[in-house]
């Protein structure tokens, strides 16, 4: 069974960053595209970053663009979220996970809570 284990999230100001990890315990990791997710209280979870299974193509939701980066090292089965000039509205907890057609492939794991604070 395929384990996703973020971490990285916490509390911080707004206008403030966090970087977040994820490990994937799945021998293919190199093999696939990979996403961070959010899903704020109350909302449905949405697919925030994209990056293809080498690393050489990402993409992003409108309401983060120019502000989250999205990277991996298949040498070590993670993905980063390099989150900058965070908002409040970014308050959410965030997952990762294999992406295939802008969803989740494999069971979630817990998820890191990002808080940002006005």
């Known amino acids: 069974q395929v384990q996703l284990v973020e971490s990285g999230g916490g509390l911080v100001q707004a206008g403030g960053s966090l970087r977040l990890s994820c490990v994937a315990s799945?021998?293919?990791?190199?093999?696939?595209?990979m996403g961070w997710f959010r899903q704020a209280p109350g909302k449905e979870r949405d697919l925030v970053a994209h990056?293809?299974?080498?690393?050489?193509?990402?993409n992003y939701a409108d309401s983060v663009k120019g502000r989250f980066t999205i990277s991996r090292d298949n040498t070590v089965n993670t993905v980063y979220l390099q989150m900058n000039s965070l908002k409040p509205e970014d308050t959410a907890v965030y997952y990762c996970n294999r992406v295939l057609s802008g969803e989740g492939v494999y069971y979630w794991g817990q998820g890191t809570q990002v808080t940002v604070s006005s």
């Open positions: 990056i293809d299974w080498r690393g050489g193509s990402t």
């Open positions: 799945v021998h293919t990791f190199r093999t696939f595209d």
